[in-house]
Structure formats: structure tokens, C-alpha cells
């Protein structure tokens, strides 16, 4: 039915070669803000930044692709007649939030009430996403609809620069796991760019930052010392928390938090607010049910807008069969009813100074954007916490993180500024543990959450069964004690382990994480006084699980059991 | 002795981090990684073949001195990140930042830079006044390879050097005998001079290792007597020979505490 998609797809390891752009003009990498429900594209044009507006002169593009007759369009060059034309069944959006996701996460299982088809088998494969087309159900992934968007987005910057676009840093939430940004690379793979850097957003307006203080010396407004910075950024998906060290245009990023918590969260507590019996309503998914939801979100969503900007509103929406919702909605009830959102900032924002052993009163600027950054609430949380009046003034908090993103974009790709604008760097650190399953059940990590990049960190192992010859290498990623809730990576085995008695060979698993944030993971064995190793060392690069990865793990633990284990070898530093 | 001198054989420098992968490059994505073997077989040549002699430990890493504050140490990194980090200098760089990271990590925490000082044979002052009173020469600049010694035993307290040095040498008057005050206080030909001048040729140049060692062994010791016989104060007559039994003691002392 559908023609032959307008886009070509590559094979996920052409995404990551190694052309460090060897840097004419032309090879600046662009920054790219996918954000939940708005994206941004903006570029270095020689002497500042400048974020791109589309030809009806809008710098924010909602992100979204609607899938009508032969061909697909999305949210750049598409004009709504409505904001209601977005809730058809046609249109997919919040790929944000779908992408990298399995059937069985409660994201995904949130994401059923969109005006859209999000079907669950809760089997740990990825979930049913499909689009309404001539009344038909068109499937589709969270990845295609980002490639499709992407299309469009680089179309565009084509168009007004003049030249062809490859290079691309986009930046991401802080808790994506490592598999969601090898589905990120894919999307963007399919729409022929090569991400240079995926950057949490939070960094990305730490660089901004750098620049600005930066400039300020220049100008002999600032002192040029030190400052910490922390970053609070909100979105319709995601929020993230960054702490940063600046001086002397250097962003050292000190701690980073992250959530899947935004916007959407707060709108689907208000939906199910007024209309508590939704998730009954509308779990038919008849195009009757989806014209009602998308009434239904339209008119909570500019409540909520209105809300930041008047002490209250009055929503009427009539969703036919006698169900009429007429309210008054005050900002003290949105607030209660979103308790749990805020109260999670807030311990985000503890955890991430916590970590980042800084005190509150070390904390010289406050940075507060994201498309929530407009919410009272958000504002005074920030300010609470962070134990201040004022919060930082001097951003746009909407083109903050895209700003940032291009500038990294041309610091990466080798430009220099004759005026010292691009005398930046940003230090980055690891938003997650990862290690390996060892010790029983656990988790073990290897490089912790936190540390700066490039790393590289290393544990010995041992067997745990006499003439034990193979060893079962699983790599996890997340914050959690128990392997098991922590994100798969891969797996791999060790072989030609010479055979001993248990607890002498000495296995040595090493991780290595570049700037550009590829993970590879070394693994050899060596017996004690040997000068050389046993067997060849191993080097695999993570991630190397694709789909459906919940089920490898079990598979792992049914085959082999415990016949494969390791234990940490107690530390042989002395003290 | 106080204990924390065990730590004198902690690893050195590129040995405490990731032994086995220490020079191992890191190949590009596309070209097939040719030596899996070879690189697996790193494990005993260490990081100073890849980095070269004046980069052999983490001071000279970041181009501080050693008794620079953290502030000072801060500023270093940030200024040579700029210079080796990836972002700008390539995938080259990506060798030289995993070092200066744990450089940084290790000199920016208060208890790791003291065990990392003791491992590469460098006492805080602290410990020499604190301890024993032992007077330590402190250097000025950056850590060198080699390192200034005046042994006492030979000295004749002529002031030759201290006239030509003062800002590296300085008389003991109670001992009657020179003694190093400041590492490199004075330029390379003023110095020269004055290890060239002495009338019986004490002063040495030695690795910057041993020097913690000698400085200890050379200040006169309290001596055992018997009764009233023998008390008193000795220093060994043999500095660098007392050096050399020192440290076989040390490592014994150390290998029985893993056991």
C-alpha cells in the first residue's frame, strides 16, 4: 500500500566511523533539539549561533509526523489547520518517549491514551505503534517517525545553508539508556546524518553557559573564577538535572539526574483528573475514542498553559454521550494533583548536588529551562532548594539546549573563532553505572555514575567453580543493586580459561568510554605469575543486544544457570 | 617508623590504573583491530613508553608542582584539556585525556593524593615535622627525574655551595653541614657550580625516588645505649648503601602485611 519511503536506511555501524571531520566550513555539525513535543535546529554561522526558523518563521517545530496519503510529513514544513487535526489517529508524536522502550515499561503502558495506536503484549519486545491511514492501521516505529522528522529537519537546514548537512549533535535526556541512544543513531542513520556527539541537554546548556561567563570576562564584567551552575531542565518528556564547574570557557560537568518525568506526566495526571474513568472510556482505540482523547488533551494542555500565566481557567469539553466536563482548574489544584511530579524534582535536584559534593551555597547560578520552566511551581522549587531569589536570567529557556548542541558542534568539528568564542570544552560525565553481573545476582559496576569522560576502568574476577574454562561476560547498565531492573547491554563469553582450582585464575574485565561516549569492553584471563595471558583478550563494543533483549537475559540464567559465574576479587591494594 | 611509609611501593605511576589495557590503543571503528594479541600483551610495559620520560608521573602530567593547591592543579587540567581533550584534538587524544582524568581525580582528593605522593616516594611535610622533625627539601617547579642530596657525613661545612646557591642550599648550623633546602631553587649553571666547587664532592645528584629515603636516613638518629654507654645521636656512615637496606626492609614489611 504505502510507496517505497523517500529515505534510504544504513546499517547502524556506518553511523559511527571515524570521519572526524577534517574541517572545512562546510563540515560544521549542526545541533539538533528533539525535544518531546518541540524540536530546534540551530547552527554556527562564523560568529555566533543561530538557530534556524522554517519558512513560516518559526524557530520551535512541534514534533510530530503525520502519515496521510503515499508520504508521510512532519512538523517542519507541515502547517496545521488545527491544533485538532493532530489527534485524527493519523499523527504520531511523543516519539521521545516511545523510542528505545519495551512493551513492558509503564512509560509505554502510559503512552496507550495518546490518539494513536500503542498496543502491549508485555512480553518484552517493542511495543505495536501504528498510525490511522484511509481507515486503515498503518504500523510504524518510534525509530522511522524520528527518521522521517529528521528528514525534514535536515531538508530544511539544506535548504537555508546552502550546503549538504551530515554532521549532527543531538541532544538527549540524561536517563537514556545506551540501547535508546543506539536506536537515536539509528533514526538518524535512516535519515542519512552522522551523530558526532549525542549530548545530554543539561550539558549542552552548561556549554552555553561557559560561553556566556567566557564572554563576560572578556567584556570585564565577570571575575573569571570558578562557578557552579546548576542546570534544571524540564521538558514534555524528560527532566534532567546537571551540576557544572565553568571558568575559562571549560564546562566540567560534575553530576548529572535524570528521569523520564515531564509535561506529558502532568498532563495525563490532570486527563485523568477530570475524567478518572478514561483509561476505561478510551481502551477501545475506535476512531470515536480517539477524536474524544485528542478533544480531551487538547483542552487540558492550554489549561495547563494558561495555568502558568493566570491563577486559574475554566475547561469545558463536551465528549458526546452525555459526558460533559465543565471545571474550574486553580493552580493549587494542579499542584496537588501533580504532588508526586514536583516532589521528584526536587529529590532529582538533591540527588545531583549530592553527588556532585557541592553545597547549595557554592551554587553561583541557578539555570532553569526547558518547556516547563514557565510552570510557578517549577520555578519556586528551583528556588527553594537552591535557597535563592533569583534564578539565572540570561538564557532563552526554549533554545538553551539547541544553542548549546551547535555549539559543540563546531568546537567538535575542529573550528576555531578568531574572536575566542569557540575557546569552549565541555568535560562530560557518565550519567550511569555499568558493570557486570557477578557476585550471585548482583550488579557490579565498573565504571561508576559520574565519572568524567574519557574513562577508563578496570576489576579483576575470579572463578567461582573448580577447572572452571569459560565465563560468562554480562554487561548492565543502570542504578540498581540487583542486575536484573538495570538495562542489558550484551554478553559474551571467555573461553580457554586454564583449567585450576576455583578463585586462581584472574579475569580481567576493563571498560572504555571515548568522548564521543562509545562503550567498548575488554575481557581477558590471566593466571597468576603468568607474564602473558592465557588466551587472546577479548574487545566488544556495547551495546550489541537489539530487540526484544528481556528475553536474553532469562535465556541466559535458564541455559547456564550459575555455571558461568564470576566473583570479584577482593581488592589486593593494600591500606 | 611511622606506617604510612608501607605505602612507599604502592604501584607507580601508570601501573595503578588499568595495568593490562595501559597502552593499548584504541582503534578506529572501521579498520580491523590488527593486534588483539600484541595489545593483550601490554601488561608489562608501562604507560612512560607511551608518554615519554618528562611525563612519568602525574605532577609533570599536569605540569604543577608538588606542593601546588588543588586550585592550582584545577586550573592546569582545564588549560591542558583544552589542549589534548578528543573534542579538539582527536581520537589521538583520547589516551592522553584518560590519564589526565585520573591525574585529576587522584591529586583533587585530599586522601588519594597522599597515598599517590607516599607511591611515588614523596612525604607530605607535614609528616616530616609532624613525626620526626626530619627537615625535607621542597621543590620548586615541577617534579624532575633528578634530585639534589648532600651527604652530611662528608660535608665539611665549608659554605662553599650556600654562596653560590642560596636559594637551594642552606647550613645546618646545628649539625655544622649544608643541606638542601629548595629542589632547584637556583638556576641549572648556578647549581652546577656549586656541586662542581665542593672541596670533597658531597653533593649528589640522585633519582627523585630515593631522595625521600636518603633525607630520612641522613638526619642523625637517636642511638640505642646500653646503660649509660653508646647514647647518643648516629647517622649511617654509609648513606646510600643504609638507603638500599631501607628499602629491601620496606618491601618486606610490605609483602608480610599482604599476607
Known amino acids: ?575 | 617508623m611511622p606506617t604510612s611509609v608501607i605505602s612507599f611501593y604502592q604501584p607507580k605511576f601508570g601501573q595503578i590504573h588499568c595495568p593490562f589495557f595501559s597502552n593499548m590503543s584504541i582503534p578506529s571503528h572501521r579498520t580491523p583491530h590488527k593486534g588483539k594479541a600484541a595489545a593483550a600483551r601490554c601488561c608489562q610495559r608501562r604507560m612512560d613508553a607511551t608518554l615519554g620520560e618528562h611525563d612519568r608521573n602525574y605532577y609533570t602530567l599536569l605540569g604543577v608542582s608538588i606542593d601546588s593547591t588543588s586550585q592550582q592543579i584545577k586550573e592546569a587540567y582545564r588549560k591542558l584539556q583544552k589542549k589534548y581533550h578528543p573534542d579538539i584534538a582527536g581520537q589521538k587524544g583520547h589516551d592522553r585525556a584518560l590519564l589526565m582524568n585520573e591525574a585529576y581525580k587522584v591529586l583533587m582528593s585530599r586522601d588519594m593524593r597522599r597515598q599517590y605522593n607516599a607511591s611515588i616516594g614523596w612525604f607530605q611535610n607535614s609528616f616530616g615535622k609532624d613525626a620526626s622533625g626530619v627537615d625535607y627539601s621542597v621543590w620548586n617547579g615541577p617534579l624532575r627525574p633528578q634530585a639534589l642530596f648532600v651527604d652530611q657525613n662528608a660535608c665539611i661545612g665549608c659554605r662553599e655551595c650556600v654562596y653560590h646557591a642560596r636559594n637551594t642550599f642552606t647550613m645546618d648550623e646545628s649539625l655544622g653541614c649544608a643541606r638542601v633546602k629548595v629542589q632547584y631553587g637556583d638556576d641549572e649553571t648556578e647549581i652546577q657550580v656549586s656541586v662542581d666547587l665542593c672541596p670533597v664532592n658531597c653533593i649528589y645528584w640522585v633519582d627523585a625516588e630515593e631522595l625521600q629515603v636518603l633525607e630520612y636516613l641522613i638526619q642523625p638518629h637517636p642511638k640505642k645505649g646500653y646503660g649509660i654507654y653508646g647514647q647518643g645521636w648516629e647517622r649511617p656512615t654509609n648513606v646510600f648503601m643504609a638507603a638500599e637496606a631501607f628499602k629491601k626492609q620496606l618491601k618486606q614489611q610490605a609483602a608480610n602485611r599482604q599476607i
Open chain 1, 1 to 575: 500500500m504505502a510507496a517505497e519511503p523517500a529515505y534510504t536506511v544504513a546499517s547502524d555501524s556506518e553511523t559511527t566511523g571515524e570521519e572526524k571531520s577534517s574541517s572545512p566550513l562546510s563540515e560544521i555539525s549542526i545541533g539538533i533539539d528533539i525535544g518531546t513535543s518541540q524540536c530546534s535546529i540551530a547552527v554556527w554561522n562564523g560568529s555566533q549561533v543561530e538557530v534556524l526558523k522554517n519558512t513560516r518563521n518559526q524557530k520551535l517545530m512541534r514534533s510530530y509526523v503525520t502519515f496521510k496519503s503515499d508520504f508521510p510529513s512532519g512538523g517542519v514544513s507541515n502547517q496545521l489547520a488545527h491544533e485538532y487535526d493532530m489527534l485524527t489517529g493519523a499523527t504520531i508524536f511523543n516519539m521521545k518517549r516511545l523510542i528505545g522502550r519495551l512493551d513492558t515499561d509503564s512509560v509505554v503502558h502510559a503512552s496507550k491514551n495518546l490518539p494513536f495506536l500503542v498496543q502491549t503484549l508485555n512480553i518484552g519486545v517493542r511495543p505495536f505503534i501504528a498510525a490511522l491511514v484511509n481507515n486503515m492501521w498503518r504500523s510504524t516505529t518510534p525509530e522511522e517517525v524520528l527518521a522521517i522528522f529528521l528528514i525534514e529537519l535536515r531538508a530544511m537546514a539544506e535548504v537555508q545553508l546552502k550546503r549538504p548537512v551530515r554532521n549532527v549533535v543531538l541532544t538527549i535526556p540524561v536517563s537514556f539508556s545506551r540501547f535508546q541512544l543506539s536506536r537515536i543513531e539509528r533514526a538518524c542513520a535512516m535519515a542519512g546524518l552522522h551523530v558526532l556527539r549525542l549530548m545530554p541537554e543539561p550539558t549542552a546548556v552548561a556549554l552555553l553557559y561557559a560561553q556566556q561567563q567566557q564572554q563576560a570576562v572578556h567584556e570585564n564584567m565577570g571575575s573569571g573564577s570558578e562557578k557552579n551552575a546548576l542546570i534544571f531542565n524540564m521538558g514534555a518528556g524528560y527532566c534532567d538535572v546537571a551540576v557544572t564547574a565553568t571558568a575559562g570557557g571549560v564546562s566540567q560537568i560534575k553530576a548529572l539526574a535524570g528521569f523520564t518525568l515531564g509535561g506529558e506526566d502532568m498532563l495525563q495526571n490532570i486527563m485523568h483528573h477530570l475524567l478518572p474513568e478514561m483509561d476505561n472510556l478510551f481502551s477501545s482505540h475506535g476512531i470515536e475514542e480517539i477524536r474524544k482523547i485528542g478533544l480531551l488533551r487538547v483542552a487540558t494542555q492550554d489549561a495547563i498553559h494558561k495555568l502558568s500565566f493566570q491563577p486559574s481557567v475554566q475547561i469545558n469539553v463536551d465528549l458526546g454521550n452525555g459526558i460533559q466536563i465543565c471545571k474550574v482548574l486553580d493552580r493549587n489544584e494542579f499542584e496537588a494533583v501533580n504532588q508526586k511530579v514536583f516532589e521528584k524534582c526536587a529529590s532529582l535536584i538533591g540527588q545531583c548536588l549530592r553527588e556532585a559534593k557541592v553545597e547549595v551555597e557554592d551554587v553561583n547560578d541557578v539555570i532553569l529551562v526547558g518547556g516547563c520552566s514557565y510552570i510557578p511551581k517549577i520555578k519556586s522549587i528551583l528556588t527553594s532548594v537552591c535557597k535563592r531569589g533569583e534564578l539565572y536570567a540570561e538564557m532563552n529557556p526554549l533554545e538553551a539546549a539547541v544553542c548549546g548542541a551547535a555549539l559543540e558542534g563546531a568546537v567538535a568539528s575542529g573550528i576555531n573563532d578568531p574572536f575566542g568564542s569557540l575557546d569552549l570544552l565541555t568535560i562530560q560525565a557518565t550519567p550511569l553505572n555499568i558493570g557486570i553481573r557477578a557476585d550471585g545476582n548482583s550488579f557490579v559496576p565498573i565504571v561508576q555514575r559520574n565519572t568524567t569522560m574519557p574513562a577508563r576502568r578496570e576489576l579483576i574476577f575470579t572463578t567461582v567453580h573448580d577447572n572452571q574454562t569459560e565465563a560468562l561476560i554480562i554487561v548492565y547498565e543502570g542504578d540498581e543493586t540487583v542486575e536484573e531492573t538495570n538495562h542489558l547491554l550484551g554478553y559474551f563469553k571467555i573461553t580457554g580459561i586454564p583449567p585450576a582450582p576455583k578463585g586462581i585464575p584472574e579475569i580481567n574485565v576493563c571498560m572504555d568510554i571515548d568522548a564521543s561516549n562509545v562503550l567498548r569492553v575488554f575481557a581477558g584471563v590471566i593466571m597468576p605469575g603468568a607474564q602473558h595471558p592465557a588466551a587472546p583478550f577479548m574487545e566488544v563494543r556495547m551495546p550489541t543486544v537489539d530487540d526484544g533483549h528481556g528475553w536474553c537475559a532469562e535465556a541466559l540464567h535458564r541455559t547456564y544457570g550459575s555455571t558461568l559465574d564470576l566473583i570479584t576479587v577482593q581488592k589486593k591494594v593494600q591500606k
